[in-house]
C-alpha cells in the first residue's frame, strides 16, 4: 500500500497502539484493529472502529490528537509512535472502514458483529486516522 512514511511502519501490523488524551492531558494507551487504506488525494488514512460511548471516542470528540504505534494484542508498543489526527465519519466512509476491517480480520470481526445483532448495547462508530 502507498502509506505516508510514518504510516508505513503499520504494514502487516494486526494490532495499533491509539494514544488518546484526558482534558488534564494525560494519555490512554489502547490496542485496536486498524485497516489502512490506500493513499487518496488527503494522503493514507487508517479506519478503526469503536462504540460512540467508549472513552476513546470521547476523548476524539475533545480533542482530534493522537499518536499511533504498532503494538501487539495486549498493547505492547513495537515500532515509533506517530503523531496523528483522528476524526468520527460516518455514512459511505463508515461503510468503507467496515469493509476493510472485515475483509482484514476474516472471521473474527464476522463474529463480533454476529454478537451485536443479537445483543445490541451500543451504536457504533468509525474514526479515520491521518499522520499529522
Not at 500500500?1 to 488524551?21: D, S, V
Not at 462504540?51 to 493522537?66: N, P
Not at 472485515?102 to 474514526?127: A, E, G
Request: proline content about 5%; charged content about 25%; overall charge positive.
Amino acid at each position: 500500500m502507498n502509506a505516508a512514511p510514518g504510516l508505513r511502519a503499520l504494514n502487516g501490523r494486526r494490532y495499533l497502539n491509539l494514544e488518546t488524551y484526558r482534558k488534564s492531558g494525560k494519555g490512554v494507551r489502547t490496542p485496536v484493529w486498524f485497516a489502512m487504506a490506500p493513499a487518496d488525494a488527503g494522503g493514507a488514512k487508517l479506519y478503526v472502529y469503536t462504540t460512540e460511548d467508549s472513552g476513546k471516542a470521547k476523548r476524539i470528540r475533545r480533542s482530534s490528537g493522537v499518536k499511533i504505534a504498532p503494538c501487539d494484542a495486549r498493547g505492547n508498543v513495537s515500532g515509533p509512535w506517530i503523531d496523528a489526527n483522528a476524526t468520527i465519519v460516518d455514512g459511505e466512509e463508515f461503510d468503507r472502514g467496515m469493509r476493510l476491517l472485515n475483509h482484514k480480520y476474516c472471521p473474527w470481526k464476522q463474529i463480533l458483529d454476529l454478537s451485536v445483532l443479537l445483543f445490541p448495547r451500543h451504536q457504533r462508530i468509525m474514526l479515520v486516522i491521518r499522520s499529522a
